[in-house]
Structures are given as C-alpha cells and as structure tokens.
C-alpha cells in the first residue's frame, strides 16, 4: 500500500474528528435526574446531613482511568441500621451515576472498596438510604490529569470464545461473629460505549451490569454498575461470620452471559 499525502491528511482528518467527538459530559439536572430516579424527590440536597459518611478517595489522580474509592458508612447492621442502598454519582462523567450498592444485615460493616472512572475535576457524591428510610449525602472533590475518555480508538477486547479470569478472596476461616472480609475482581473490559474501532465504527457498550454475593443461596451484597466502574471490576466488603456458609459469586453481562465462583466461608 503506498501512502500519499491525501491520504495522509485525510486520515489525520479522521483521527481528529474520532479525538473531538469525545461524549457530552453530564448537566447539573441530569445528576438531579439520577439522584431522583434512585432515592424520589429530595427537596434540598445541599442541607442533607452526611451522616458521618466516610469517603476514601485520592483528591489527586494522574490517571482518571482506575481511581480507588472506598465508602464507610457508620451503621450497626441491626435492625434498621444498615444502609440499604449507596450510590455513586460523578457530577461530569459522560453519565451521572457509578454504581448503586445494596446491603443487608448478612455484611458486617456497611463500607465497600472498588475502582472508578473519572472523566474530570468534579464532585463524586454519595448517597445513602438507611433501611430506616433517613437518606444522608455527602460530597468529595477530585481532580485528574487524563480523564477516562481520552482513548477514543479501542481495538476488540471480546475476541471469539472470550471468557472473563474471576479471583476470589475469601479467608481460611474467621472466629463466630468476626467479619470476614471477601475480595472480588473480574477481568473485563468494561467497555464503555463511548470509544471507535480502528475503521471509525462506535464499539456497544459492553459491561459486568451486575454483582452480587449470596451466602446459602440469598443475596447478602449486590452492585449494580455502570459503565463508570473501571475495567476488571473489583470489590471488596465484609461478610458476618455466623455459621460456616456456601458463597457465590455472580457477574452478569450485557450480553446475557452469567459468570459465576463458588467458594466456603469457614467459621469456627
């Protein structure tokens, strides 16, 4: 193939029309729309206690590729004193929300650690519903160099026969009412829907849209993500040691497909 300067030009053309088609970031009133979708109608944010809510995340990142996050939410998880449901909103991602959590009164602590995009300096927020119905937001700044999105070229990660590497952590055994920490990651792409092909062709999107962890059988963690949740997903939360119990492990795709691991959490 001989290349000539028109056809030099014209793909440099190309390059930069893929480079400047970078996706929207999300409004004021779509986090607005997404915070309501998840907890109803709140009339004034901004005056939400943030019930004590502890928010690990770097207020620096190089990278806006994989940023680690951890949220700590004070909860006794007796009762009605657990979060039901946690969810992560990034004020200038290309969408507004992260993920949603949800727990039970089966985690011993109502905190969770992963990893997410950041497209941007902005807001990442989090809301918390109490299983008592108080809700609590609270607000951490971050700032990136790169954000997510500057790679808008990708070549095809989900080759024919493609099958996702799972690892599990789960500790040899933990002593009655101790809480055991369960360590979860996925290897996939999380492809977000916001990159080209080689030959300009916007890529679907393509994610693990949901985890959950049962212990005999019932739901004790579940995520759901979004395409904000950084590639080869990774979780971490804490499971009450009651009784010697059956785990699984559950992704599901986009596509359908269940990815599953099975493992024992041993008490005594």
């Known amino acids: 193939m001989i290349l000539t300067r028109r056809s030099l030009c014209l793909g440099a053309i190309s390059l930069a029309a893929l480079a400047a088609a970078s996706p929207a970031l999300a409004t004021e009133d779509q986090v607005r729309a997404a915070i309501a979708e998840d907890f109803g109608q709140v009339p004034d944010l901004a005056a939400l206690s943030d019930g004590g809510i502890r928010t690990e995340l770097p207020e620096f990142s190089d990278s806006g590729k994989s940023v680690p996050l951890t949220v700590i939410i004070p909860a006794t998880m007796e009762g009605q004193d657990y979060p039901e449901l946690v969810a992560v909103y990034a004020a200038r991602n290309p969408r507004p929300r992260v993920c949603r959590v949800s727990f039970t009164p089966a985690c011993a602590e109502a905190s ?157």
């Open 112 to 268: 969770f650690s992963t990893r997410i995009r950041i497209d941007s300096y902005q807001d990442i927020i989090i809301m918390v519903r109490m299983a008592s119905g108080m809700i609590f937001r609270a607000v951490r700044k971050v700032d990136v160099t790169y954000g997510a999105c500057e790679e808008p070229i990708a070549y095809d990660q989900f080759p024919p026969g493609w099958k996702p590497n799972i690892r599990v952590s789960v500790p040899e055994s933990v002593a009655p009412g101790a809480a055991a920490e369960i360590r979860t990651i996925i290897g996939h792409p999380m492809e977000t829907g916001f990159r080209h092909d080689v030959h300009g062709l916007l890529i679907p999107v393509r994610i693990a849209e949901t985890f959950r962890c049962m212990v005999n059988g019932e739901t004790a963690f579940s995520v759901q993500l979004e395409p904000a949740v950084a590639a080869n997903p990774y979780f971490a939360f804490k499971l009450r040691g009651e009784k010697s119990s059956e785990l699984r492990f559950e992704w599901v795709d986009t596509s359908g497909e269940v990815y599953s691991a099975d493992s024992e959490l041993v008490v005594g």
